[in-house]
């Protein structure tokens, strides 16, 4: 018997769920890569703070990609491991050579406006398949999220705020 048998979940109604868990899983490896990178090459003011910064972020990526491929799993399907085809289907793109903090952190606040956005789709999607489960999961990003952004608004040298 299939797990979603034992969820009691319909597979046809997930399909559109499970598309939106690959976009979004192929848009963290992308983040994460591009958070390596700022964390690495980091230059100037702020560089104490900004380094372990971006380390705990790139962490808090890789947690959220391994928590996404397993719910593509759960939901009975394969989730992508090729960062030939993250980048194919990633709407993040990556980046190279950030070392100024501004530059950086306008990044960062760029790329978690889109995965909010995406998070807050693919929440209405899940839960209109009845997969609260889903919708739960990007509840609990979005709450995070949110927070993180207003703090690194708030802390940002620049009028980066939008």
Not at 82 to 108: H, K, M, N, P
Not at 117 to 135: H, K, V
Request: charged share 25%; hydrophobic share 45%.
């Amino acid at each position: 018997m299939k797990t979603l048998n034992y969820l009691h979940l319909d597979a046809s109604a997930l399909q559109g769920v499970i598309a939106s868990l690959k976009q979004l899983l192929a848009d963290y490896q992308v983040f994460y890569s591009n958070l390596r990178g700022v964390h690495w090459n980091i230059r100037g003011r702020g560089f104490f703070v900004l380094h372990a910064k971006f380390e705990e972020l790139y962490n808090d990526a890789a947690a959220k990609a391994d928590e996404l491929a397993e719910r593509i799993l759960t939901l009975g399907d394969m989730p992508e491991n090729r960062y030939s085809e993250y980048l194919r289907t990633a709407r993040l793109s990556e980046v190279a050579g950030i070392t100024r903090s501004d530059e950086a952190i306008s990044l960062v606040l760029e790329s978690y406006g889109h995965l909010i956005g995406a998070e807050r789709a693919l929440m209405a999607q899940a839960s209109e398949a009845g997969d609260e489960a889903t919708a739960a999961l990007m509840s609990d990003y979005l709450k995070e999220q949110e927070k993180l952004v207003w703090m690194l608004v708030a802390s940002s040298d620049s009028n980066i705020e939008k």
